[in-house]
């Protein structure tokens, strides 16, 4: 049973944070996809060097970082309180905050909210955290429709598609499958639309502005809320959330509790941090906040909906915590050497790359994401990314470790990988049964080929799944010790 800001709960459903098949399945088919490697490659790389680029600029980078990382550690720390300071001051100011214990429920207040405004429709900003909860769907089922408004997060809604990158959602698609995407889809789009970026967009601001000037809903995530005054922040490239956040009359805000900051000092620190390991900017084109309710200018009703949805039992794990820490700058993904291979969709969830193998496994409970942990060369590449030095690699150990352990713990016979453990530990006990299984083992020559073993029966075949086994050598090293000390060449 896992608990709510101290209260026991039990969570019923979890959105899209579960693949339908695991990751090795899932990476397998991702792989035999050479265009989405292609569009990948050419992605990752270009943001990549943008992010390096600004990152060089500031020489007071790593305390930037251990900034972010000591305010990020601290909040957890206080987490109740400053939640609970963020809500009198959200209420102080006439906007009116709910609590979600899970997805289930925070899609049922969010769609009764917008039935009370008797609207049909919603305009929305670019927000993961309502991907994370299957909102869209939920709505749909309620007769509402939500109109994502940010570009990639358009495309993929026109193409009936999944997200597949924390910062560029439809990072896998190209201007081609763009260009055809809105042929097909783009109600009154020009039929002589072409693929260059600036007519794809004019096709899409045009598609989009009749939906901000008829919309009475907005809906937004939250970067960061600042529990000292009660500020919710929404930073963005294309002006299209500040339409979303500032047109409507009523605006409803989904928030993951872990985006509450102390104070405008350390959104200070974030603001720096976040543009330059994201977008490669030195600073977001739109930083849009807003504090409640001001009569007369923007939505006149606000309400701002916190989400628990696994967060406090990741909160309850000491080392698996740090998770929450990520502000979603994506920089972790665009230097994976898997995510760069595979794709987003491969991990499954709306969370991908190295944060999703780290974040989604503790919201859903390991078992249910057992793969993602182990979906890594861990390499390091995105802890060195990290602006708040999440330290990703041994967060993947921690997790693997948990996996292990868990799945010991349900198990009532010991697992084809414990049993093998068992025999190599008793034959490494006695130097007399460690040499008769060296010489055994030669049998196993007989399945090389060029020095190497590519299938092997199980349970070894969890190993050669993946990679080659080298074929045992002719002779051991106790033989070749032995020769040559017999012909006098040992030292
Ligand atoms: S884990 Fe770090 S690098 Fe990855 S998205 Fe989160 S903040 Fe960015």
Known sequence: ???????????????????????????????????????????????????????????????????????????????????????SQVSAHGGTVHWARDAVEACQLVTRLISETGA???????????????????????????????????????????????????????????????????????????????????????????????????????????AQTGTVCVVESEGNGRMCLTLPETLITVMGIEKVIPSWRDLEVFLQLLPRSSTGERMNPYTSMWTGVAPGDGPQRFHLVLLDNGRTAALADPVGRQALHCIRCSACLNVCPVYERVGGHAYGSVYPGPIGAVLSPQLTGVEDNATLPYASSLCGACYDACPVRIDIPSLLVHLRARHVEEAAAARRVPSAEAVTMAAASWVMASPARYAAAQRASRMGRVLGRQGKIRRLPPPLSAWTTARDAPAPPAQTFREWWAQRGRAGGAT
């Open 120 to 226: 049909a429709e919603a305009v929305k900003v670019k927000s993961i955290v309502t991907d994370e909860i299957g909102l869209n769907e939920a709505l749909a089922r309620a007769g509402i429709t939500a109109h994502e408004t940010d570009l990639a997060e358009l495309i993929v809604q026109l193409g009936h598609d999944r997200p597949s990158h924390i910062l560029v959602p439809a990072i896998h698609r190209n201007r081609a499958e763009i260009r055809e995407i809105f042929l097909r889809e783009m109600a009154g789009v020009d039929p002589g639309l072409t693929d260059t970026p600036a007519a794809l967009t004019e096709a899409a601001r045009l598609y989009l502005r009749r939906a901000f000037l008829s919309a009475r809903v907005g809906i937004s995530g939250a970067n960061f809320a600042v």
């Open 1 to 87: 049973m896992s608990t709510f800001l101290g209260m026991p709960y039990a969570p019923r459903g979890v959105g899209h944070l579960r693949g339908d098949d695991p990751f090795p399945v899932a990476a397998r088919t991702a792989l035999a996809n050479t265009q989405l490697r292609r569009n990948l490659g050419k992605a990752t790389a270009t943001i990549r060097a943008k992010r390096a680029a600004v990152v060089a600029e500031l020489p007071d980078w790593e305390d930037l970082r251990a900034a972010g990382q000591a305010i990020k550690q601290h909040t957890m720390a206080h987490l109740d309180q400053y939640l609970e300071q963020l809500e």
